[in-house]
């Protein structure tokens, strides 16, 4: 038998998809308004909490470091707000008790999702050292002095273009890993393989849209970095809630065998 006759099928989505997905979000907060924000809150707080603690004991490049790879292990951050979209979609209003104890996110599949995305990130941690310890042989233990070496020297900014590079790929991989794996193991009766080669089906038949969706996340992300994360108390429900309505636009009904 064919393996991909037990994976659902992929729809096609036109450009404005993201734009509608992040508008429907918008949405779906007013309604979860309450349980949503103290969801953001929270990973908002650990964030600050996080950064700040590297920042206090002068490793400021692990605070950057934390910041770009967010990217990597936020999906399985979400699983809460996933649940809140999809009870949401039935017309049910989400608690945060609901949002918080998510027994699929529990599973052994979004465990195996999980240690993937968690290697991944340190995966990154170490090249990002890498790449700063062949770029310098200084210890720039506070904010000001590393961000005046990365953006004022000619080192620094080989070393931003380098990260940058490597960064870039690592987590476009992982966006087409999980973009959809992370949903779909909460909303179906689906396995890890599954679910990840989904995921990468659904990136590369629709490129253009999910290279737009993944730019408006970075964008997100970016902005409430720049606000020391307060303004992740509003951003991460926005995209949590829009990465399931894109989940449930991407994904069509499983297939039958």
């Known amino acids: 038998m064919d393996s991909r006759s037990d994976l659902p099928e992929i729809n096609e989505i036109g450009l404005a998809a993201p734009l509608r997905w992040l508008s429907g979000a918008l949405q779906d907060l007013r309604r979860a308004f309450v349980p949503c924000i103290i969801y953001g809150a929270a990973i908002s707080a650990l964030c600050l909490a996080l950064a700040g603690a590297f920042v206090l004991s002068n490793a400021s490049f692990w ?8 990217v990597f292990i936020a999906p399985m951050l979400a699983m809460g707000l996933y ?5 949401l979609e039935k017309g049910e209003t989400p608690t945060l008790r609901q949002m918080i104890f998510v027994r699929s996110a529990f599973g052994q599949d979004a465990a195996y999702l999980g240690l993937t995305l968690l290697l991944i990130y340190m ?3 170490r090249i990002a050292q890498l790449v700063y ?5 200084h210890l720039h ?11 004022t020297t000619e080192e620094g900014l080989y070393m931003l273009m380098t990260g940058s590079i490597i960064g870039g790929v690592i987590a476009l991989f992982t966006y087409a890993i999980v973009v959809v794996s992370a949903p779909m193991l909460l909303d179906r009766e689906s396995n890890f393989f599954a679910a990840t080669v989904t995921s990468f089906t659904a990136v590369a038949a629709n490129p253009l849209p999910m290279l737009l969706w993944a730019a408006m996340i970075t964008a997100l992300v970016a902005l409430a970095a720049a606000t020391a994360f307060v303004g992740m108390v509003v951003i991460f429900p926005l995209i949590g809630l829009a990465s399931w309505r894109a989940y449930r636009d991407l994904v069509g009904q499983p297939a039958l065998a």
């Open 63 to 70: 605070a950057l470091v934390l910041t770009c790879g967010l």
């Open 83 to 87: 649940e809140a979209g999809r009870l």
């Open 123 to 125: 995966l990154w941690g």
């Open 133 to 137: 310890g062949l770029s310098t042989y």
């Open 141 to 151: 233990d506070t904010i000001g002095k590393f961000v005046t070496f990365a953006f």
